[in-house]
């Protein structure tokens, strides 16, 4: 199958007309998307974003015609090449997919087939399509395996999905989608699971791809960074609607819906400071399909909400004149005034940053690991964390950043006692923690260091009430002497992470992503603790409730005076946020410094690397892009000399073959800026900036 | 991969000394033995005159040593009486103890002498573990492809019709025990008074007075025919067929929603192939490991199936070496027992690594 004929390219390639698609369950209609209209032309890439849950993956399932069983399509059109999808029989249908419409998702690992070689679900395409021989299909699945640039593609082929990184599976579930040269390519989120430097050598790729093969593509992100970089349009969605579609930059300079403008509010741009400019979250909580207001959806949470007009009828879409089919669902947009400040902006104090309260000198952690599968082999050493030493202050926030498997979430193990560290110290006001498991630390300890984790959803108890949890916390950590006065403590620490009192009754699984993170920093600091290790505390939850949470973390520091160690591979988040940073990589700490000073030159060359991956939304920003080549090196077989040397842009620079042989020293650069590495002074004083913010 | 077969066996002999430990005592306890002494000596035996009988005969002392006798690795017993005979473990009266083996257990191939059928027991245990070998292939034979393929039916397209009727009959003959289903079969296919027989002679397609299918599978021990054989391989693989194919279903099914099903549906593979394909081999990991340990179940049909049928095989003569008290007959059918169960066990384990490429030995 290729082109219909009766189809011409200068017309949409997709068009979506007024979709409605509801999900029905036994007790009511969800109405998860609700007059959507879009239109991708040929060789155009679309971007859809909007907080989770607001029906990105539903409008691209219904594009494939794949809702489930309980999903419907109840009104519109979908156009693919001027056919109607919605009305296509099934065996049209499965014409159509995977060879002229393919889709790439959120998790590679689970979208390949665990019990097939690689090159075989890659071949099946082909075959199935254009009827190609097997020998064939082989031939042309190691042609595109090499076209999306992995190494050794007969190995690759001949591979399982669980003998490749995270990374490389998902180059492959693209090479699967290209393999039949779709016209069009769904993207759910594709780098949503992978470490900054993968994605941005992924999204490299599919732009590439895209112009090598005229692919269109609708693109789902919830990052507006991404869709900046791969996306020609955007089309902004909210519970269910679109309610601003155009070009991208028209968007991103001119927006004309409330919704988009909070939603760059919320976000940490280069220049947003944590006390002088917050970042701005959105009021409230998304509504669900279910529970929509009357009239404009947006309402509840707008600034600009109008009673009797907005909530008074459903808002159409209006074009905006004068642009390059510009759109808002906005009854409002020509009267705002656009270029105003944001009106509530607080500004903060800047929280004193005190004596030092955390100390680690040449702290080591080593783990043993055993070979095969069941325990046979010999045991190998994995360095998770070399030689680590540092001081965090009081009312300090210290980010540690780096890829996944880098060694953050080690420290913070050793850290918190879940594991002993193999050598080196770690001193809490002057009291050696280094090798007393938690077990054995006394309360006074164990409550002064806690720990908010990524994934709230694994870290409460599902039976347990809210407060019951959080008057648990105080009863382990001896919290008062009744158990009415750890009631009312547990009250007011519910006040301090901006909860309804009423919410103590309620259970986890009534409660939003955001909701849950804050019942998590109720519960670390019902200690009171000095010091709290934050690992990825927002990287689970949607930009507009980051800013949320991250603004509470702040305000509690700076009451509390609490030393916050903030593990993050979010490197914009980072730069909002912290005051010094330290960079990790294969269980090194590369680079340290204030945040001015990791963030500007002289860079070390991986922080240079890490910060041009980065996706910034920001028309104004320029960055310099550096694509790492190659996965990150196994932590069980480390290269010899500088971790960083296999992948290093800057190797050349340093004479002999030095960085292959010796690990570098640190080098501590002016203010104390420390950075390992074994580049001379003035090389490393020559490096430019990555990001360059353009004059307006 | 040898390494771990190797530890494994090595853990499986541990359990199996265990447990045949466990059997030997139990077989062993002194009521048994007073039974047995009644029963070789004579009825009428004194109290004394009993326990002087297990004294001689090598049934007093440690139980461990005994058990180390019987398997050979403790020297056999002797006594010498008042009259200067001498008798032991390793030889008849009037042999030379002197020219005997010292040691005679398990491990020498002296599995002893069976009490029941006047042989020794390896002698006679041989021909019935065959006729249970040939009885248990042919239930596998039968229950495997059955329950995969019924297993596989229901649970690729979940809670559709054909999934409700064959989930409703795995569920019916899972809870029918042997002796219920095997009871309801003869009735039904091999009495001449009830069941289709009478129907099917008087209708002139079987001669008046015969039956269907024969409801003793005896005459198999010779000559295995569909007639004879029927019954009894259905009676036991209808109770596993029920059991896999509900595991295989949940397995399936389970497979279907994963998202790797629907990558596959969206490259535009039909549904046959999406299941033939993509869904068996990841379906078939967790029955498979079932099936393998459905093995020491199967004996467990076999035994109330070959009574029920008088099949002389292994179940058969299990309960005949119980009830007649024959303790060198049960101890070597419970190490057949062990060894089955462990061996099925470790098969279970390497073809579970091979199924399931995620596993893969060092
Ligand atoms: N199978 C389903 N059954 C019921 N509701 C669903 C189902 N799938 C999605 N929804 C609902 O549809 C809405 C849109 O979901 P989704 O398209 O996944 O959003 P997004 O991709 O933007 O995160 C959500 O409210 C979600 O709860
Ligand atoms: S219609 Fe009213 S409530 Fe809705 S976005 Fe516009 S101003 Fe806000
Ligand atoms: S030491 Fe050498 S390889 Fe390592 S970061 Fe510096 S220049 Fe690169
Ligand atoms: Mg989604």
Redesign the pocket.
């Known amino acids: 199958m290729t082109s219909s004929p009766t189809w011409d390219p200068s017309q949409p390639i997709l068009e979506i007309e007024h979709l409605s698609i509801s999900f029905f369950t036994r007790l009511r209609e969800i109405p998860a998307v609700m007059d959507f209209s879009c239109k991708v032309m040929a060789g155009e890439a679309m971007g859809l974003v909007g907080e989770s849950g607001c029906g990105k993956s539903t409008v691209a399932l219904a594009v494939m015609r794949e809702l489930g069983k309980t999903g419907r399509i109840v009104g519109g059109s979908i156009k693919f090449k001027g056919r109607d999808l919605t009305t296509m029989s099934a065996e049209e249908l499965r014409h159509i997919r995977g060879s002229e419409i393919a889709m790439i998702y959120q998790e590679p690992m689970a979208s390949l087939n665990p019990a097939m070689k690689v090159g075989a679900q890659l071949a099946e395409v082909p075959m199935l399509h254009s009827g190609m021989s097997k020998a064939d299909a082989w031939k042309l699945a190691r042609q595109i395996v090499a076209d999306v640039r992995l190494p050794d593609p007969d190995r690759i082929i001949n591979s399982y999905p669980h003998q490749l990184s995270g990374g490389q599976q998902q180059r492959i579930v693209i090479a699967m989608a290209l393999m039949a040269k779709p016209a069009l390519l769904i993207l759910d989120e594709p780098t949503t699971a992978l470490d900054v430097t993968v994605e941005a050598g992924i999204v490299d790729l599919v732009k590439e791809l895209g112009e090598k093969y005229g692919t269109s593509m609708l693109f789902i992100s919830h990052n507006l960074g991404l869709v900046m970089d791969v996306c020609d349009r955007i089309c902004v969605m909210y519970s269910g609607e679109a309610v601003e579609t155009g070009n991208v930059e028209q968007v991103f300079d001119e927006m004309r819906?409330?919704?988009t403008q909070a939603l760059f509010r919320s976000i940490p741009l280069p220049g947003a400071d944590k006390n002088a400019r917050p970042l701005i979250s959105i009021p409230g909580n998304f509504p669900l399909p279910h529970e929509r207001p009357p009239?404009?959806n947006?309402?509840p949470r707008?600034d600009?909400?109008?009673k009797g007009?907005?909530d008074a009828a459903e808002?159409p879409m209006f074009p905006v004149p004068g642009s390059d089919r510009h759109e808002t669902?906005?009854?409002?947009?020509a009267e705002?005034d656009w270029d105003a400040p944001p009106a509530k902006r607080e500004v903060k104090e800047k929280a004193e940053i005190g004596r030092v309260v955390l100390k680690m000198e040449d702290l080591r952690k080593y783990y043993s690991v055993s070979g095969g599968a069941f325990g046979g082999g010999t045991k190998k050493v994995v360095k998770a964390n070399e030689t680590l030493s540092f001081e965090a202050h009081e009312g300090e926030t210290l980010a540690i950043v780096g890829e996944s498997g880098c060694g953050k979430s080690t420290f913070a193990k050793v850290l918190m006692g879940l594991e002993t560290a193999t050598s080196g110290s770690i001193m809490l006001f002057d009291e050696n923690v280094q090798s007393t498991p938690i077990q054995k630390r006394n309360t006074d300890t164990v409550s002064q260091v806690q720990m908010v984790f990524q994934n709230p959803f694994d870290t409460l108890n599902p039976s347990m009430s809210v407060g019951r949890q959080i008057i648990r916390a105080l009863e382990i950590f001896k919290y008062g002497k009744s158990d009415e006065e750890r009631h009312q403590r547990m009250l007011e620490l519910l006040d301090l992470v901006k909860l309804p009192r009423a919410f103590a009754e309620r259970m986890p699984r009534q409660l939003s992503g955001g909701q849950k993170q804050r019942v998590g920093i109720a519960r670390a600091f019902a200690g009171g603790a000095k010091v709290v290790v934050a690992d990825e505390p927002v990287s689970a939850l949607d930009v507009s409730v980051q800013a949320a949470v991250t603004d509470l973390l702040m305000d509690i520091q700076r009451e509390n005076k609490t030393t916050l160690l903030f593990i993050s591979h979010d490197l914009s988040i980072v730069r909002y946020l912290s005051d010094r940073v330290m960079v990790m990589y294969l269980g090194h700490v590369v680079e340290m410094g204030t945040t001015d000073q990791v963030f500007s030159p002289p860079y070390h060359p991986y922080t240079e690397a890490l910060l041009s991956a980065v996706p910034i939304a920001d028309t104004h920003v320029q960055r310099k892009r550096i694509v790492l080549e190659g996965d990150i090196p196994s932590a069980m077989n480390p290269p010899p000399g500088c971790p960083f040397q296999t992948r290093c842009r800057w190797k050349s620079q340093v004479p002999g073959n030095l960085c292959e042989t010796e690990v570098p020293p640190v080098q501590v650069l002016e203010g104390g800026h420390q950075i390992k590495c074994h580049l001379s002074r003035e090389i490393l004083a020559t490096m430019e900036p990555v990001i360059k913010i353009a004059a307006e | 991969m040898g390494l771990f077969v190797l530890r494994r066996l090595g853990v499986m002999l541990l359990t199996a000394i265990a447990l045949t430990f466990v059997v030997f005592f139990l077989t062993n306890l002194q009521p048994n033995l007073e039974k047995l002494a009644r029963t070789e000596g004579s009825v009428r035996m004194s109290e004394e005159a009993v326990q002087d009988w297990i004294e001689q005969n090598g049934h007093s002392g440690s139980v461990f040593l005994r058990y180390g006798q019987w398997l050979g690795v403790v020297p056999g017993w002797t006594y010498t009486d008042e009259k200067g005979d001498t008798r032991g473990r390793c030889f008849q009266i009037g042999e030379d103890p002197a020219t005997a083996p010292r040691y005679c257990g398990l491990l020498q191939g002296n599995w002893g002498y069976s009490t029941f059928f006047k042989a020794p027991v390896l002698d006679s245990l041989g021909e019935k573990l065959a006729a249970t070998g040939w009885l248990m292939l042919a239930v596998m034979l039968v229950m495997v492809p059955t329950s995969l393929i019924l297993g596989v039916l229901s649970g690729m397209r979940e809670g559709s019709v054909t999934d409700r009727t064959l989930s409703t009959f795995s569920i019916a003959s899972t809870a029918t025990p042997e002796y219920v289903s095997g009871v309801v079969l003869v009735a039904l296919f091999a009495t001449a008074a009830t069941g289709i027989s009478p129907l099917l002679a008087e209708w002139g397609l079987i001669e008046p007075k015969k039956t269907l299918f024969l409801a003793s599978a005896t005459s198999a021990m010779d000559d295995i025919t569909f007639w004879n054989f029927a019954l009894p391989v259905m009676t036991i693989a209808l109770y596993g067929i029920g059991y896999i194919a509900r595991m295989t279903r949940a397995s399936m099914t389970e497979v279907m929603t994963q998202q790797y099903i629907r990558t596959a549906r969206l490259k535009g593979v039909p549904f046959r192939t999406v299941v033939m394909r993509h869904a068996l081999r990841n379906a078939l990991i967790a029955p498979f490991t079932v099936i393998m340990l459905q093995f020491p179940w199967l004996l467990n049909g076999v035994v109330i199936v070959e009574s029920l049928f008088n099949y002389k095989g292994f179940g058969w003569t299990l309960v005949q070496a119980a009830s007649n008290n024959d303790i060198p007959l049960l101890l070597a059918c419970s190490v057949v027992a062990v060894v089955v169960v462990l061996l099925t066990q470790l098969i279970s384990d390497i073809g579970y690594v091979f199924l399931n490429p995620r596993i893969r030995l060092a």
């Open positions: 819906h409330p919704y009239g404009c947006f309402g707008c600009y909400f109008q007009r907005c808002v669902r906005c009854f409002r947009w705002i």
